[in-house]
């Protein structure tokens, strides 16, 4: 009897084979499923209890190494699919909200006035090289007079002598960069590598750490949101024709890879090759021996496993159920939204655990020479420290005049230290309940 080509179906209309197939009986289905090879979702050894224990096969540790196919499947082809749609699948990056600046508050009078003072006083210390006061002068509250002779020079030499020392002790804060023999190093040099470790100390357990990150999470909704966009996202690519069409070939072309695997069709074969035909169930048995009267073919075995190298699998059955099962997915999502963000949340506090904040900056702080890192502390601090600096030359001239009037020196400066004291406490309070007024009416 010549062969022909005709299909096999081993699981109403799923599985195909190629030219040596055979026609099943009616229970060719449940033995496929009994078997494994057919995707109706049945477990493995789910056979009925009324089939001959010959009919039962194992194929719970399939495939071998947990590998699906072993080498026999190429992941190309899902890769490039995964590719192609996981940018689509990813949500448009919204703006973030702009990191705020440093304030520029522009040029201010007060620095500007202290800036002046060392320019005043040099100039003033070269002109009492030349000329000075002389002579005495009377005040309304001393009834000696009073000598001002050289007073201008105590009082500008005092005055560059408080901007010199200022300006000389920031100055050793950096330098010199490198060790020197007499003059030794800078601070911040020298301190390097303790300064830098106890800043990263310091900010890995008081700015970045897992609770602070928790809780700035939480406060801003992130999860929530992103949750939400990808779930529209999800939504959008699974109704996408081109989507559907590309997840139903995927699928259809890596079952058939599954099928055609080395390790699948050997497995397989051990079980058919099993198989006692001789005491199968009566009915299994009396189908067995029409089929050998009807093609004269003695060696059932053999011809089951040429069938079985040829199965190939059909998808279009199951299209539906597939696409069906895609689109309940942003459904689950939205239903389980609260375990979902509970595990990103605890995911990404994980992730920020595993690493060592400290670590970070210190290596990266470390790799800053004394330059880089005179600039870095420079420029967050350069305001304060000119303060410092020509603050200094005031201070002088103030301590000039405390050598010249020790006693009214003293009356003066402490009643100007109080109406500025007094100034600075009005004006805070009127900036505190002018803001507490303000977020009230808010």
Same mark, same amino acid.
């Given at each position: 009897?010549?062969?022909?080509?005709?299909?096999? /179906?081993?699981?109403?209309?799923?599985?195909?084979?190629?030219?040596?197939?055979?026609?099943?009986?009616?229970?060719?289905?449940?033995?496929?499923?009994?078997?494994?090879?057919?995707?109706?979702?049945?477990?493995?050894?789910?056979?009925?209890?009324?089939?001959?224990?010959?009919?039962?096969?194992?194929?719970?540790?399939? =495939? =071998?190494?947990?590998?699906?196919?072993?080498?026999?499947?190429?992941?190309?082809?899902?890769?490039?699919?995964?590719?192609?749609?996981?940018?689509?699948?990813?949500?448009?990056?919204?703006?973030?909200?702009?990191?705020?600046?440093?304030?520029?508050?522009?040029?201010?009078?007060?620095?500007?006035?202290?800036?002046?003072?060392?320019?005043?006083?040099?100039?003033?210390?070269?002109?009492?090289?030349?000329?000075?006061?002389?002579?005495?002068?009377?005040?309304?509250?001393?009834?000696?007079?009073? /000598?001002?002779?050289?007073?201008?020079?105590?009082?500008?030499?005092?005055?560059?002598?408080?901007?010199?020392?200022?300006?000389?002790? *920031?100055?050793?804060?950096?330098?010199?960069?490198?060790?020197?023999?007499?003059?030794?190093?800078?601070?911040?040099?020298?301190?390097?590598?303790?300064?830098?470790?106890?800043?990263?100390?310091? *900010?890995?357990?008081?700015?970045?750490?897992?609770?602070?990150?928790?809780?700035? *999470?939480?406060?801003?909704?992130? *999860?929530?949101?992103?949750?939400?966009?990808?779930?529209?996202?999800?939504?959008?690519?699974?109704?996408?024709? @081109?989507?559907?069409?590309?997840?139903?070939?995927?699928?259809?072309?890596?079952?058939?890879?599954?099928?055609?695997?080395?390790?699948?069709?050997?497995?397989?074969?051990?079980?058919?090759?099993?198989?006692?035909?001789?005491?199968?169930?009566?009915?299994?048995?009396?189908?067995?021996?029409?089929?050998?009267?009807?093609?004269?073919?003695?060696?059932? %075995?053999?011809?089951?496993?040429?069938?079985?190298?040829?199965?190939?699998?059909?998808?279009?059955?199951?299209?539906?159920?597939?696409?069906?099962?895609?689109?309940?997915?942003?459904?689950?999502?939205?239903?389980?939204? /609260?375990?979902? @963000?509970?595990?990103?949340?605890?995911?990404?506090?994980?992730?920020?655990?595993?690493?060592?904040?400290?670590?970070?900056?210190?290596?990266?702080?470390?790799?800053?020479? @004394?330059?880089?890192?005179?600039?870095?502390?420079?420029?967050?601090?350069?305001?304060?420290?000119?303060?410092?600096?020509?603050?200094?030359?005031?201070?002088?001239?103030?301590?000039?005049?405390?050598?010249?009037?020790?006693?009214?020196?003293?009356?003066?400066?402490?009643?100007?230290?109080?109406?500025?004291?007094?100034?600075?406490?009005?004006?805070?309070?009127?900036?505190?309940?002018?803001?507490?007024?303000?977020?009230? %009416?808010?």
């Amino acid at each position: 009897m010549s062969e022909s080509k005709e299909k096999h /179906d081993l699981s109403d209309g799923i599985l195909e084979s190629g030219p040596t197939s055979v026609k099943p009986d009616t229970n060719g289905e449940r033995r496929a499923e009994n078997a494994n090879i057919g995707p109706s979702g049945s477990e493995p050894n789910s056979a009925p209890e009324s089939f001959p224990p010959v009919y039962r096969a194992d194929f719970r540790n399939y =495939p =071998p190494g947990g590998h699906l196919g072993g080498e026999d499947i190429s992941p190309e082809r899902l890769f490039h699919f995964l590719e192609k749609w996981a940018e689509k699948l990813t949500p448009e990056p919204q703006p973030s909200a702009p990191v705020p600046s440093s304030p520029d508050s522009g040029p201010s009078l007060v620095l500007i006035f202290l800036k002046i003072l060392p320019v005043i006083c040099g100039v003033g210390f070269i002109a009492s090289l030349f000329w000075d006061f002389q002579g005495a002068l009377y005040f309304p509250w001393s009834t000696e007079p009073i /000598d001002i002779s050289g007073l201008l020079r105590m009082i500008t030499v005092t005055g560059l002598v408080g901007f010199g020392t200022n300006w000389l002790a *920031i100055k050793m804060l950096f330098y010199p960069r490198q060790k020197r023999p007499i003059l030794g190093q800078g601070l911040i040099p020298s301190r390097k590598d303790r300064i830098v470790l106890k800043l990263g100390e310091q *900010i890995s357990k008081e700015i970045i750490n897992s609770e602070l990150i928790l809780e700035q *999470i939480r406060k801003s909704g992130l *999860i929530s949101r992103h949750r939400e966009r990808l779930t529209d996202s999800l939504r959008g690519v699974i109704d996408h024709p @081109e989507f559907r069409t590309d997840i139903i070939e995927v699928s259809k072309h890596y079952i058939n890879q599954f099928l055609r695997s080395r390790q699948f069709q050997d497995r397989v074969k051990d079980f058919v090759k099993g198989i006692d035909f001789e005491n199968v169930g009566v009915l299994e048995g009396g189908i067995l021996k029409v089929y050998k009267m009807l093609t004269g073919d003695e060696d059932i %075995s053999k011809r089951l496993q040429e069938v079985i190298e040829n199965l190939t699998f059909r998808m279009e059955k199951y299209d539906n159920k597939l696409i069906e099962y895609l689109q309940s997915i942003p459904d689950a999502l939205e239903e389980q939204s /609260d375990a979902v @963000e509970n595990f990103a949340l605890n995911a990404i506090v994980f992730l920020v655990e595993q690493v060592n904040v400290q670590n970070v900056i210190v290596d990266n702080l470390q790799r800053f020479d @004394e330059a880089r890192l005179e600039r870095l502390l420079w420029r967050s601090t350069s305001d304060q420290l000119q303060y410092i600096q020509y603050l200094g030359c005031l201070l002088g001239l103030i301590g000039g005049l405390f050598i010249w009037l020790p006693l009214e020196s003293i009356v003066v400066t402490g009643v100007l230290g109080l109406l500025v004291w007094g100034l600075d406490v009005l004006l805070m309070k009127t900036a505190s309940s002018k803001k507490q007024s303000k977020s009230s %009416s808010d």
